[in-house]
């Protein structure tokens, strides 16, 4: 399977946040790195079709995020926000990961839910109101509720912003060993290291794609 991202420029208004970038990525794992506002969740949102671009095209398997076969493209491209208030929808824990899952046959629900639940640590808070949750239990039931849907890749916006030291190893530790594929936008650059290949942005441009080691090297040279 693979993303490819050819000639995007996407602007806000009169405002250019990318330029020109094609990339196809293939890897398990991607890191996505740059500075404020270089155009990096831009770039993340472009991936599922949650942002379609100014000019240029997206594809993932093929299928543009444009048009009808952009359906298909958001199933099978899961995203995780920076804030999980932005996608938790439901008023309890169990009931928000149930959501994903509303086109399943209902004899089949509750069972997925308690294994996403289960695997998340979330098992004993089924019952609870989503929002009474902590910031980090809140960022695990988001990435639950998105990964109970089974996408093909995982696309993830600086999803430990918000966590704990202990959290954060936690979040990183159940990513790095999901069977998905995974695209993370993060300023942790330890986190990045971890994975197979890293793109650096720069004022809306893709300035490098390499290596980890190389590609923090390049970003701090910038700074
Ligand atoms: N919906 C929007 N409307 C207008 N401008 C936007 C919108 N979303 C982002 N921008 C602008 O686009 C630019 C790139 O933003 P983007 O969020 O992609 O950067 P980023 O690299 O993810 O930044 P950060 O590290 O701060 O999250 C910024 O200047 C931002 O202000």
Redesign the pocket.
């Known amino acids: 399977m693979s993303i490819e991202v050819r000639g995007v420029t996407h602007r ?2 009169d ?1 250019v ?2 330029r020109d970038v094609t990339v196809t990525l293939t890897e398990q794992r991607v890191g996505v790195i ?12 472009l991936l599922n079709g949650l942002v379609l671009p100014s000019s240029g095209s997206v594809t993932v398997d093929g299928r543009s995020t444009r048009g009808r076969s952009g359906a298909e493209v958001r199933r099978s491209v899961g995203f995780v926000f ?1 804030d999980p208030d932005a996608q938790i929808l439901m008023p309890t824990v169990a009931e928000d990961v149930a959501f994903g899952l509303r086109d399943l046959p209902r004899s089949a629900v509750p069972e997925r839910v308690a294994a996403a639940l289960d695997t998340f640590g979330l098992a004993g808070h089924a019952d609870h109101p989503a929002h009474l949750l902590s910031g980090g239990q809140k960022q695990l039931l988001a990435l639950c509720s998105v990964l109970v849907t089974e996408p093909k890749v995982l696309v993830c ?2 999803p430990t912003t918000l966590l704990d030291l202990r959290n954060t190893r936690h979040v990183l530790k159940l990513l790095a060993e999901l069977p998905q594929r995974v695209v993370l ?1 993060t ?1 942790d650059l330890d986190a990045v290291l971890a994975m197979d290949r890293v793109l650096v ?1 720069d004022d ?1 441009r893709l300035v490098f794609d390499g290596a980890p080691g190389a590609a923090v090297e390049f970003y701090v040279g910038l700074v």
């Open positions: 806000y208004g405002r946040v990318l740059g500075a404020n506002g270089s155009g990096k969740s831009t770039f993340a949102r920076t916006d600086e936008v300023h942005f809306g």
